[in-house]
């Protein structure tokens, strides 16, 4: 009896180490440089706004009518106006109105701008 008992004590003992090697091996950097890692996600780096604070956009074409609420599939090119396609979680065309989107500060018609967190709708 004593033999099963030293051999069960072994094998918690190598169990308890594999946890704990398993635990450590972990990346330290998991995203690119300038990117954070939040919610096991990377995310881009955030605009450092300059001077003043302002913060440095692109300029926006818009060119057609937008289709806001248009269904749409991943990758085509269905939405038109300055929308994009929310799919695959929302399959229908989206407008932006967060700083820097095509339509900041300037819904279509009809539609207010919604802030949900990580991004702005026009809605």
């Known amino acids: 009896m004593k033999r099963v008992a030293s051999f069960q004590y072994g094998f918690f003992i190598v169990g308890c180490a594999f946890c ?6 972990e990346l330290k950097d998991p995203c690119d440089p300038g990117q954070t890692y939040e919610y096991g996600l990377c995310l881009p780096p ?12 692109e300029e926006v ?3 057609g009518d937008p289709n806001v609420g248009d269904a749409c599939t991943e990758g085509g090119d269905e939405c038109t106006g300055g ?7 929302l399959p229908e065309c989206l407008a932006l109105c967060g700083e820097c989107d095509a339509f900041f500060e300037h819904c279509p018609s009809g539609l207010s ?4 967190g990580p991004a702005s709708l026009c809605r």
């Open 20 to 25: 704990v090697y398993i635990q450590g091996c």
């Open 83 to 89: 929308t994009i396609c929310g799919a695959p979680q």
């Open 113 to 116: 701008c919604v802030n949900l």
């Open 61 to 63: 074409v818009i060119e």
């Open 46 to 57: 955030v605009a450092d706004g300059g001077a003043g604070g302002a913060t440095v956009c």
